[in-house]
């Protein structure tokens, strides 16, 4: 089991910005050896990858309508993985889910598609005004 829960979400202008924070302090799991990916979702739609972050090496990725903008990081002794996100527009606002990929190798790069991640946070909601 990897309880997840995410906070940080809230309500900002257009150019602010927003550290989300996705924990799992009571994980069952080496927390370093999880693959951690942050997808959003607005009603309607299909939850999209935004960004990922590997094991080891702390390979990452990101979608490209957040490249640039966007950081992930983690701090595995505090079993935490942080999203900046700076330059906020109003496409950004959704509800932001953190999730845990547990057969994710070593140095991999983290996987993009939701089907690989088996856990996953209630989500943080992210709404950013014009």
């Known amino acids: 089991q990897v309880p997840l829960v995410e906070s940080g979400g809230g309500t900002v202008q257009a150019g602010d910005s927003l550290r989300l924070s996705c924990t799992a302090s009571?994980?069952?799991?080496?927390?370093?050896?999880?693959?951690i990916g942050w997808f959003r979702q607005t009603p309607g739609k299909d939850r999209e990858f935004v960004a990922g972050i590997g094991r080891g090496v702390r390979n990452t990725d990101y979608a490209d309508s957040v490249e640039g903008r966007f950081t992930i990081s983690r701090d595995d002794a505090q079993k935490t993985v942080y999203l900046q996100m700076n330059s906020l527009k109003p496409e950004d606002t959704a509800v932001y889910f953190c999730?845990?990929?547990?057969?994710?190798?070593?140095?991999?790069?983290?996987?993009?598609?939701?089907?690989?991640?088996?856990?996953w946070g209630q989500g943080t909601h992210v709404t950013v005004s014009s």
């Open positions: 999730a845990a990929d547990t057969s994710l190798i070593l140095r991999a790069r983290p996987r993009t598609d939701s089907v690989a991640y088996e856990y």
């Open positions: 009571r994980s069952r799991f080496t927390f370093s050896r999880l693959g």
